[in-house]
């Protein structure tokens, strides 16, 4: 950013040496923005009251938003529009983000292809998520969905279209029509196969309406925390290594997952769970953190997606012999059956022996039988990715792939509303002025396993919410309550450690270590065995954070200290995966033990229910699991919660009782 800046002045050197005439605003842009220290409102101050070493500014704001992808952006501008004096934080430009890379759509019950009801889409989401779903939040995404695609339509975000001109809906997977009973169902409302890039460009556009201050290549260190109450975020401006404090009634964490904690997932380099470590070191509770979704198909050797759409458009996996396998995993949705059930049957043909090329370690997609005309169409970005990454054209030859981690079921525990809650004495208590949305969230819609599509849904659905919370409960303009003068001075003290750690271990070496440890310990299948050994080296492998060496001593694009600031994140959201799938005693969702391969709920739902006598809670695993860790030694305390299994209106929308899940 400062190199173009520097190009853009050099530029308008040239052009003002020949023309003098041009006012000086011109030159400058109507638009500011990329900040000094100051900021935008010049309201900063610069005290020195936790750091003689580290300027740090102050600004108060009414609402903070930290990251800036789908869930950011949108309860940003949400914000914003309601009048709010707010502010972006974001460690990436908001285009940048990585909600530009989902390719296959966002779900809503238009009806444009059939007879569609959000209530199906519904059932199917409390089904998809193995009843570990929050039926209220699922409730009000599933009903809120048709009229946020229409706001995103609005927006001008250019949806693929019928004959008749109607947003186009493919088939994905896990969607079923009248409660699973009526076939396949196409809800997923897509722009080819760049849905996501689109969405944010949309977004990003839209958001330039209003008056947000963009603080962009700004990591947010931590949240000021004080007793209870969440009083803003402290961060490092990457450019010029400046540290600000920003003051906020409310806060909102949009940070995204946290697939690099893996050797192997389709997530940006970037997907470093800020948010939840940020939460983790306030010493409140990530929720579910075990359920990692392994998308079925990211290219073998590469680990890039291809999208579910692939198989939506008529695509299908085969194997060494090839038979289409999934016929007899899942005889009704065939290779449209829910991600979990799609990876696992994936992992057992390649077991069994029946996997393709010369280790017999991974399948292929097959598109070759598609017309050229519907792959150029529909998934011309798929058809681009598979030339470039596994060297296939994709309307000759199938495409190498193998389950690859793709998304975090889990993150900070909120309710429907967006607020984040903590649970104590057998109730949730919302944390007053936090805020949690995206997949940094856990409200949880998406339980043990996320449907496709559901995720670009969560973002707009509860961005929004947060903004409309927020909206509700405060107005623009209050009186901040005072902040204490040492607030944020451990983030600092922690900075300054890393950046003349002195020790013998490499950040790359150290990262290395924990993301071929989990991708070993905690995998599509797990076991006791593996997953305890797992927990003992991840142990280990936190207490070497001590050990670290850093070599760049600066603080002006410090890409070492920021890489290292990631891998302390990645490392609290990796010990409690794995420590909370070593407790986890069943198999639900994306979460499959083989020595415990049945789900354990609160009856036998295999059975008919009269005459048996409920298992009490603390024998059964239908509940969220809420894990804490001491930062300092890593050591990790779990918790439960129940799940709530009340709609939002039960006349208008009835709950779905658990059943057996099969596809």
């Given at each position: 950013m400062a190199s173009v800046r520097a190009a853009s002045r050099l530029l308008s050197k040239r052009i003002l040496s020949k023309t003098k005439a041009i006012p000086a605003a011109a030159v400058q842009g109507s638009r500011n923005f990329h900040f000094s220290i100051y900021g935008k409102k010049k309201s900063a101050k610069v005290s020195d009251d936790i750091s003689t070493q580290y300027p740090v500014v102050d600004h108060e704001?009414?609402?903070?938003?930290?990251?800036?992808?789908?869930?950011?952006?949108?309860?940003?501008?949400?914000?914003?529009?309601?009048?709010?004096?707010?502010?972006?934080?974001?460690?990436?430009?908001?285009?940048?983000?990585?909600?530009?890379?989902?390719?296959?759509?966002?779900?809503?019950?238009?009806?444009?292809?059939?007879?569609?009801?959000?209530?199906?889409?519904?059932?199917?989401?409390?089904?998809?998520?193995?009843?570990?779903?929050?039926?209220?939040?699922?409730?009000?995404?599933?009903?809120?969905?048709?009229?946020?695609?229409?706001?995103?339509?609005?927006?001008?975000?250019?949806?693929?279209?019928?004959?008749?001109?109607?947003?186009?809906?493919?088939?994905?997977?896990?969607?079923?029509?009248?409660?699973?009973?009526?076939?396949?169902?196409?809800?997923?409302?897509?722009?080819?196969?760049?849905?996501?890039?689109?969405?944010?460009?949309?977004?990003?556009?839209?958001?330039?309406?209003?008056?947000?201050?963009?603080?962009?290549?700004?990591?947010?260190?931590?949240?000021?925390?004080?007793?209870?109450?969440?009083?803003?975020?402290i961060a490092l401006c990457m450019e010029d290594g400046s540290i600000h404090r920003f003051r906020a009634q409310n806060t909102v964490i949009a940070t995204g997952g946290y697939g690099r904690a893996y050797f192997s997932c389709t997530s940006a380099h970037t997907s470093t769970g800020d948010g939840n470590a940020m939460v983790t070191r306030a010493g409140l509770p990530c929720q579910d953190l075990e359920f990692v979704q392994f998308h079925p198909t990211g290219i073998y050797g590469?680990?890039?997606?291809?999208?579910?759409?692939?198989?939506?458009?008529?695509?299908?996996?085969?194997?060494?012999?090839g038979e289409r396998f999934m016929e007899r995993y899942a005889p009704n949705a065939k290779d449209l059956a829910s991600r979990d059930v799609v990876s696992r049957s994936m992992t057992i043909?390649?077991?069994?022996?029946?996997?393709?090329?010369?280790?017999?370690?991974?399948?292929?997609?097959?598109?070759?039988?598609?017309?050229?005309?519907?792959?150029?169409?529909?998934?011309?970005?798929?058809?681009?990715?598979?030339?470039?990454?596994?060297?296939?054209?994709?309307?000759?030859?199938?495409?190498?792939?193998?389950?690859?981690?793709?998304?975090?079921?889990?993150?900070?525990?909120?309710?429907?509303?967006?607020?984040?809650?903590?649970?104590?004495?057998?109730?949730?208590k919302v944390v007053p002025g936090l805020y949690a949305c995206g997949e940094a969230a856990c409200a949880s819609v998406h339980g043990a396993n996320r449907l496709g599509a559901n995720s670009l849904l969560d973002l707009v659905v509860f961005g929004r919410a947060c903004a409309?919370?927020?909206?509700?409960?405060?107005?623009?303009?209050?009186?901040?309550?005072?902040?204490?003068?040492?607030?944020?001075?451990?983030?600092?003290?922690?900075?300054?450690?890393?950046?003349?750690?002195?020790?013998?271990?490499?950040?790359?070496?150290?990262?290395?270590?924990?993301?071929?440890?989990?991708?070993?310990?905690?995998?599509?299948?797990r076991t006791g065995s593996v997953l305890k050994e797992g927990c003992d080296k991840m142990d280990a492998i936190y207490g070497t954070l001590e050990d670290l060496k850093t070599f760049d001593r600066g603080i002006v694009w410090n890409t070492d200290l920021v890489e290292?600031?990631?891998?302390?994140?990645?490392?609290?959201?990796?010990?409690?995966?794995i420590h909370s799938a070593e407790q986890r005693k069943e198999s639900r969702g994306a979460h499959a033990r083989e020595d415990f391969k049945d789900r354990v709920d609160e009856y036998d739902y295999s059975k008919p229910l009269q005459g048996q006598e409920k298992t009490p809670y603390d024998q059964h695993w239908r509940k969220h699991t809420l894990s804490y860790v001491d930062p300092k030694t890593g050591k990790v305390t779990l918790k439960y919660r129940p799940v709530i299994d009340q709609s939002l209106d039960e006349q208008d929308c009835a709950h779905v009782p658990p059943a057996i899940r099969s596809y």
């Open positions: 704001f009414d609402a903070l938003v930290v990251g800036a992808g789908g869930a950011g952006l949108r309860a940003a501008f949400g914000l914003s529009e309601a009048g709010f004096n707010t502010a972006c934080i974001t460690k990436l430009f908001p285009t940048r983000s990585h909600t530009v890379a989902a390719q296959g759509g966002i779900n809503a019950a238009l009806g444009n292809m059939e007879e569609d009801d959000w209530r199906w889409h519904f059932y199917d989401t409390v089904k998809g998520s193995d009843w570990l779903g929050d039926q209220d939040a699922i409730h009000y995404m599933t009903e809120q969905a048709p009229a946020a695609v229409v706001e995103l339509e609005n927006f001008g975000m250019p949806f693929s279209r019928t004959e008749e001109g109607k947003i186009y809906q493919r088939a994905f997977g896990g969607q079923s029509l009248k409660y699973g009973k009526g076939g396949q169902a196409h809800r997923c409302c897509c722009v080819a196969d760049r849905t996501g890039h689109s969405l944010l460009h949309t977004l990003y556009g839209r958001s330039l309406r209003y008056d947000t201050s963009y603080f962009v290549e700004y990591f947010a260190l931590d949240l000021l925390m004080e007793d209870g109450e969440c009083k803003g975020v590469a680990g890039c997606l291809i999208t579910e759409g692939c198989r939506g458009e008529g695509g299908i996996l085969i194997n060494s012999e043909e390649i077991r069994e022996g029946r996997g393709v090329g010369p280790e017999k370690d991974h399948v292929y997609l097959q598109l070759h039988h598609l017309p050229p005309q519907q792959l150029a169409t529909r998934l011309p970005g798929i058809s681009e990715t598979a030339m470039i990454f596994a060297g296939v054209d994709v309307t000759k030859e199938p495409i190498p792939v193998l389950p690859t981690v793709h998304y975090n079921m889990g993150g900070v525990p909120t309710n429907y509303k967006g607020q984040v809650i903590t649970h104590t004495d057998g109730a949730d409309l919370t927020i909206a509700e409960e405060h107005k623009p303009g209050e009186k901040l309550s005072p902040l204490k003068a040492s607030a944020g001075e451990e983030s600092v003290a922690n900075l300054d450690k890393l950046r003349f750690a002195n020790g013998s271990l490499r950040t790359s070496e150290i990262r290395l270590n924990m993301q071929k440890t989990m991708q070993a310990h905690a995998a599509v299948f290292t600031l990631e891998l302390q994140n990645l490392m609290l959201n990796a010990v409690q995966t």
